[in-house]
């Protein structure tokens, strides 16, 4: 191993989180569209919207890319309201709900929605109890996660979570899934966690 790979290695290591110009690069490929639309991607969102309530909702899905799963969310119920907030600027100017482009661990979020959404987004921090600090007091309702179960960390994944991540969140609910990998039909896991807002956010 060169000492560049040796370099390049030891900045992932220590990076907070997968940055602005690796989402840039990851959002202009020739295939960016098909990927985040396809129906293994949508397949998440339908995942987190069994806990959601079906009646009027204001949600921010943060990561949300093109939107594509915002737009199905809105599908599923009409009276939800999906936005998104998202860290490409090339994802956020094509997007097909209304986005703004921001970085969650430099900037506040937008304040007035029920629900937030980090759908497949929170294992692309290091810091996950930090990210966590900033999404949950903005939720009026609640928080709606879902992530790989004790996912392998490599380049575009930092943590790895399971229960004992939300730990700090006594009144969150947590369910498991199985699904077929689409790139190798090998079975995989997916943790949903729904953390209600604190009683402080409802109004």
């Not at 040796?6 to 110009?21: D, E, F, G, Q, T």
């Not at 369910?175 to 997916?190: F, G, I, M, N, P």
């Amino acid at each position: 191993m060169g000492s560049l790979d040796i370099i390049k290695r030891l900045k992932a290591r220590l990076r907070r989180s997968n940055p602005r110009s690796f989402w840039e690069q990851e959002y202009e490929s020739v295939r960016a569209e098909a990927k985040w639309a396809s129906d293994a991607r949508l397949g998440f969102y339908e995942f987190a919207a069994e806990v959601l309530p079906r009646e009027s909702l204001k949600i921010l899905d943060i990561g949300s890319g093109f939107g594509f799963g915002g737009r199905r969310l809105m599908e599923i119920c009409p009276l939800w309201r999906v936005e998104g907030f998202e860290i490409s600027r090339a994802a956020a100017d094509h997007a097909v709900i209304p986005t703004r482009c921001g970085d969650l661990l430099q900037e506040p979020l937008p304040s007035g929605f029920d629900y937030l959404l980090l759908v497949q987004t929170l294992e692309h921090f290091r810091d996950t109890r930090d990210v966590l600090s900033r999404v949950v007091p903005a939720a009026r309702r609640g928080v709606v996660i879902t992530v790989p179960y004790r996912g392998k960390l490599n380049r575009k994944h930092l943590a790895s979570l399971d229960e004992s991540c939300f730990s700090p969140y006594p009144g969150a609910s947590i369910q498991l899934r199985r699904r077929v990998y689409e790139k190798d039909s090998s079975l995989k896991t997916d943790m949903r966690v729904h953390i209600p807002a604190p009683s402080g956010n409802r109004g």
